[in-house]
């Protein structure tokens, strides 16, 4: 099972930074195996990127998803209000799926 | 617009079993791999286990903690995906959600979460 490790545990930004979220796995994946999530409280997640670097519908180009191999970013280039949630990097295997354990981004 | 919609849960005693339901809307339900990911109240998502559309088989997959317990099965015809909870646990306690993706590997695998229900509350207690 692919263990994902998500740093840091807590970001705290103003509106307008950048931030960079990791999400390291235990052991190689796939580039087209991880996602990234977005989650506000009481909401369901949203999907962000797949395939690691690939945005979903809908998704602003300040979102940016990168690496391989075992280290994986999501970048957000300037904060917006709304962006304040938790984020969780997912890999989707043929058989086994984990979810990395969250940043949480909150307001400085 | 596609809408997943889930239903069932509630509270239940430790050892007892409980039906979790999903119905699928705007959508051709058969075509698409369903998978169920929970929350537990404070926590982080965690993967349940999913289910291939039968152009893939319609086989299933679960996590370790749920193997041998949980079973998911689909009803095509209703557009309706089902998780079948036994000896249900007081860590089972979460909101589960039903899930499904507009892309698959060629496995059938989802790629990347597109699609949501509100989620449903499952206690497990005594």
């Known amino acids: 099972e692919v263990v994902l490790t998500q740093s840091p545990g807590t970001l705290s930004l103003s509106p307008g930074e950048r931030a960079t979220l990791s999400c390291r796995a235990s052991?190689?994946?796939?580039?087209?195996?991880l996602a990234w999530y977005q989650q506000k409280p009481g909401q369901a997640p949203r999907l962000l990127i797949y395939?690691?670097?690939s945005r979903t519908a809908g998704i602003p180009d300040r979102f940016s998803g990168s690496g391989s191999g075992t280290d994986f970013t999501l970048t957000i280039s300037r904060l917006a209000p709304e962006d304040f949630a938790v984020y969780y990097c997912?890999?989707?295997?043929?058989?086994?799926?984990?979810f990395g354990q969250g940043t949480k981004v909150d307001v400085k | 617009e596609v809408q997943l919609v889930e239903s069932g849960g509630g509270l239940v005693q430790p050892g007892r079993s409980l039906r979790l339901s999903c119905t699928g809307s705007?959508?051709?339900?058969?075509?698409?791999?369903m998978s169920w990911v929970r929350q537990a109240p404070g926590k982080g998502l965690e993967w349940v286990g999913f289910?291939?559309?039968?152009?893939?088989?319609?086989?299933?997959e679960y996590a370790a903690s749920v193997n041998g317990r949980f079973l998911i099965s689909r009803d095509d015809s209703k557009s309706i995906a089902y998780l079948h909870m036994n000896r249900l646990k007081t860590e089972d306690t979460a909101v589960y959600y039903c899930?499904?993706?507009?892309?698959?590997?060629?496995?059938?695998?989802?790629?990347?979460?597109?699609?949501w229900g509100h989620g449903t509350l499952v206690t497990v207690s005594s």
């Open positions: 899930t499904s993706g507009s892309r698959v590997t060629v496995f059938g695998v989802i790629m990347g979460l597109d699609y």
């Open positions: 705007g959508l051709i339900f058969g075509d698409y791999a």
């Open positions: 289910i291939r559309s039968k152009a893939y088989g319609g086989t299933t």
């Open positions: 052991q190689s994946v796939s580039s087209n195996s």
């Open positions: 395939g690691a670097s």
């Open positions: 997912q890999h989707y295997g043929n058989s086994l799926w984990t």
